[in-house]
């Protein structure tokens, strides 16, 4: 629940801070009005624009992109970034969802790994949950990539990302079937093993001791090989086949499509099941 000892007596405000597409993709007003007739809390939008932001209960948003823009020495970023970090600071104990700390974290996907590894590494042996690892490339030499992952006991396929898990190129991933197709790989990218995962990705949003899971569409490997029988490498865009609006079968249907890539060596066909 909300602090209550931080907003005091009386009808609880939530902040929100969300970019105008956002806001209407998740049907803000809707939330709103949930919020009014199950929790009697008002739903404040926190505009960075006003010359004080409204005093409230708790505040949840998006600032994944405006953290990233600030980075990127946006100014307009950074003095919103400032207002709310300011804001944060002289209204300490205002519960954020999340923690501006564990936004740069995700941000980072060498330092999302080692997190999770962390966590791998705490839970016991009886809990199922296992982190795969990861190699971060330093050089762009193929040979010495493969070298690399092998010390590490690390198998085709696998599924190369940028470090940075944000912006234009945060989303653009590749699954890798060969040494052949390390030679696209550039520094300071992040290699992991590809497990399949029968084209659903589960997303967990953690609250306290309170969970909630969807699921997302995502790529199937057989489908992906059954259909391309010649290939080294597969690039995509994981924004735009991972969407809560995308329909997980054209994911799939999109796959049949011809690619311009080179061979796959049989070893990798041979996962296709029969029939």
Known sequence: GINAEYGGMGKKKIGYWLKEGKAKRIDISKIEEILSRKYD???????????????????????????????????????????????????????????????ETLLDRVLMMEAIQKCSNTCSVDTKFHSCGYHLVESEDAISINEALA???????????????????????????????????????????????DAVLYKVFVCGDKFHVVTRPSITLNKLLSNNSQINVYNFHSDTVSKVTVDSSKVQEDLCKSYDLSPLSEKYMALIPAG
């Open 41 to 103: 809390c008002d739903l404040v939008a926190m505009d960075v624009d006003r010359d004080t932001l409204p005093r409230v209960d708790a505040m949840f948003h998006k600032m994944s992109d405006l953290l990233f823009d600030a980075r990127q020495g946006k100014a307009s970023a950074i003095d919103q970034l400032e207002k709310f970090m300011k804001y944060f600071k002289a209204h300490e104990g205002l519960p954020v969802f999340d923690p501006l700390s564990n936004i």
């Open 151 to 197: 010390a590490k006991n690390f198998q085709f396929p696998l599924i190369c990302k940028s470090r940075i898990a944000q912006g234009a190129l945060g989303h653009d991933m590749s699954i890798i079937f060969s040494e052949e197709g390390l030679k696209q790989v550039k520094s300071s990218n992040v290699i992991v093993p590809f497990i399949d995962h």
